[in-house]
């Protein structure tokens, strides 16, 4: 089952991405959908850690892009205008996430939102240098920088 849904998904994502409906092209994409999928599905077995929820991400996607605007906005307003605070700094943040690719997915969310980077991940906490550090305290730095991106991941 795992094996014809990845062969889908991918076929679907090539007929989207070429936009073609020529039968040469149709069936290039199958067989090298199926050849994919073939060899994801032998590589990673099943696991109960990953599940793929379409809906989940769909959500992530958009906290995603609301974050990304605000930030985007916050450091415009920094650079228009000089009077405001920079107040650059590193902070550790830390994270209740278990799985390794939800701190991935944590870690590279925050490097791509204007302002943050995320330097450096150990276990459960990440370090990340900020453009305008307002808080030194933990908690307080989790919940400004990754708390909407952690609620998120925390339902995938």
Known sequence: MRFIFWTLFLFLIWVGLTMSFNSQELITGFAVSFVIALIYVKSYPSSDSFRFRPIAYIIYLVVFMKNLVLSNWDVAKRVIDPK???????????????????????????????????????????????????????KEASQEIAGDFERTLGAL
Do not use: C, R
């Not at 943050?116 to 370090?127: A, R, S």
């Open 84 to 138: 405001l605070p920079i107040n650059p700094g590193i902070v550790a943040i830390k994270t209740n996430l278990q799985e390794d690719y939800k701190k991935l997915m944590l870690a590279n969310s925050i490097t791509l939102t204007p302002g943050t980077i995320t330097m450096d991940v150990q276990d459960g906490t990440l370090f990340i240098h900020w453009i305008d550090v307002t808080t030194s305290d933990t």
